[in-house]
């Protein structure tokens, strides 16, 4: 399995909150992404990043922020939850980005926003 | 707007019976196609596809990819309890991976 961690697996918290999600690897790769996953709407990307300090937009950005000030963790930010953003959050990894190499998953962030 | 669609939305076999699940997508600027089963956590991968025509193997699973009709399939044969999970299907284009909805298979022993 890859070595990817994310924390918390579970928070409940309320509207207007700021919430942070962390995601921890010990492989080493460059890219990392964080998605979202609703029920009809499959994995969506939220941000990615291709190195440290190196991050872009993904297709569900709004409302999110992210940082990556070390190879090894890269961290989401809800600045003010909203209910809208009750979901399971996931961190992917992948050495070398680009289409010749498979993102990896971690085990999810189940968060509810109340 | 790129797409991936999967289909049957959901699947209920028999212990040992083979399935095919399928997958169809309109990506821009095309570079690959991934299968990914998925379980009470993470999505797990179990194959890339790059080129049509060239089946992906690995046990009882298969894959395989049509560039010119834009679809593959996943096939899983003799199906164990085992099998009983999501499968997600997502096509690599533009430098970002879009997944489908996924299929979810339940196996009856």
């Known amino acids: 399995d890859a070595g990817i961690t994310q924390s918390p697996r579970h928070k409940v918290t309320e509207t207007g909150t700021p919430v942070t999600l962390r995601c921890h690897q010990t492989?080493?790769?460059?890219?990392m992404y964080w998605y979202r996953q609703d029920p009809g709407h499959g994995l969506r990307l939220i941000h990615y990043s291709y190195g440290v300090k190196d991050t872009d937009k993904g297709e569900v950005s709004d409302g999110y922020s992210v940082s990556r000030s070390k190879t090894e963790d890269f961290l989401l930010t809800l600045e003010s939850a909203t209910s809208s953003q009750t979901s399971v959050y996931f961190c992917?990894?992948?050495?070398?980005?680009?289409?010749?190499?498979?993102?990896?998953f971690g085990d999810g962030t189940r968060l509810s926003i109340l | 707007e790129d797409k991936v669609v999967q289909s049957p939305l959901s699947l209920v076999v028999h212990e040992g019976d083979t399935v095919t699940l399928n997958c169809s997508y309109e990506v821009t600027n095309f570079r690959s196609l991934l299968w990914y089963k998925q379980e009470k956590k993470a999505p797990t991968f179990l194959f890339m596809l790059t080129s049509s025509g060239i089946e992906k193997k690995s046990g009882r699973l298969s894959s395989i990819l049509d560039k010119k009709e834009l679809f593959s399939i996943l096939n899983i044969t003799a199906t164990q309890t085992g099998d009983s999970a999501i499968y997600l299907c997502?096509?690599?284009?533009?430098?970002?991976?879009?997944f489908g909805t996924g299929t979810r298979l339940t196996i009856i022993p």
């Open positions: 992917a990894i992948s050495e070398l980005g680009g289409n010749n190499q498979p993102q990896h």
């Open positions: 997502a096509s690599f284009g533009n430098e970002k991976l879009t």
């Open positions: 492989e080493n790769h460059r890219y």
